[in-house]
């Protein structure tokens, strides 16, 4: 595509664009007081590669248009020493897309998508297996470990994110309906979970045998620290690293036991299909599964 930045060029040479220093710009903007030392850091490198590749093509950064950008893209993803991964090209146009704000002002900047689409990542889901391992481990004696064991049970028997799990109210959980209602879940949305015979087991244990004990005020958290406070998620992480995993595990697992995604949809609080489908990649078997019960002809 150096045809098109040589065009282009061309075109605002004609123009009554003045000339910009790319090398002085970009120190002005690592400069900025508005990054902070680590942003700045992070964007150096990149900037100063983004001001090498102009250079080498005689390009003034006056003339970055979208095409220019898109040329640009191009020669990251084609290196011929090594490939950038997608991830490295999206990071890397980020900062260039930053830098061109500061310098050119942001109704200059090209608004394309132009980093290459990043591969989806299947979830990283423990087995039923580990998942018991990880629920014995808690086992404990005294108010805590009984409330941990509490929490990490309904975070994975309701597919709870770490936000959901710590942010229920007592009146959230329904013993007699056995459910679980999810106010103000992700993007704003209430949803109903149904409530498993373990986490209903030791849920009401907590309340019944613990949180009396943390209690120290009028609180409606379902979840009481030491302080008798509403829980925070960085709490969560403590009692178990990654606990985003059990809620791929909620869904990995009801799909191998023959749910359908719309149902896992509304379970996990999904606005689109389309974000849930990413499980039905998890087992195929399941996909032989549903065929064999659903067509005439398997």
């Not at 015979?197 to 030791?202: F, P, T, V």
């Not at 996990?268 to 998890?282: E, I, N």
């Amino acid at each position: 595509m150096d045809w098109a930045v040589a065009e282009v060029g061309a075109a605002f040479s004609a123009s009554n664009i003045g000339w910009m220093d790319a090398r002085a710009a970009a120190d002005r903007f690592l400069a900025s007081p508005a990054l902070s030392d680590g942003t700045r850091r992070a964007y150096r490198g990149d900037v100063n590669e983004f001001c090498d590749w102009l250079e080498s093509r005689r390009v003034d950064l006056a003339q970055v248009d979208i095409r220019v950008l898109a040329d640009y893209v191009s020669s990251l993803g084609g290196r011929r020493t090594r490939k950038l991964a997608p991830n490295t090209i999206s990071r890397k146009l980020a900062a260039v897309r930053a830098f061109l704000r500061h310098a050119l002002g942001p109704e200059r900047v090209p608004d394309g998508r132009l980093a290459p689409r990043r591969p989806r990542r299947l979830p990283d889901a423990p087995s039923p297996a580990e998942v018991e391992q990880t629920l014995a481990a808690l086992e404990g004696e005294g108010a805590l470990a009984l409330r941990n064991r509490a929490l990490v049970e309904l975070v994975y028997s309701a597919g709870l994110r770490s936000a959901e799990a710590v942010g229920l109210d007592l009146g959230d959980v329904d013993f007699e309906q056995e459910l679980v209602h999810v106010r103000h879940g992700k993007g704003g949305k209430d949803r109903v979970i149904p409530l498993g015979e373990e986490a209903q087991l030791w849920v009401s244990r907590y309340l019944r045998e613990a949180r009396p004990e943390l209690a120290k005020g009028a609180n409606d958290a379902l979840f009481l620290s030491t302080r008798g406070r509403r829980l925070d998620t960085s709490t969560l992480r403590r009692v178990i690293p990654h606990p985003h995993r059990l809620r791929h595990a909620f869904a990995t697992h009801l799909l191998e036991g023959g749910a359908d995604l719309r149902t896992i949809q509304e379970l996990l609080g999904h606005s689109s299909l389309s974000t849930t489908q990413v499980y039905s990649h998890v087992d195929p078997r399941h996909l032989r599964r549903a065929y064999d019960r659903a067509h005439p002809r398997s």
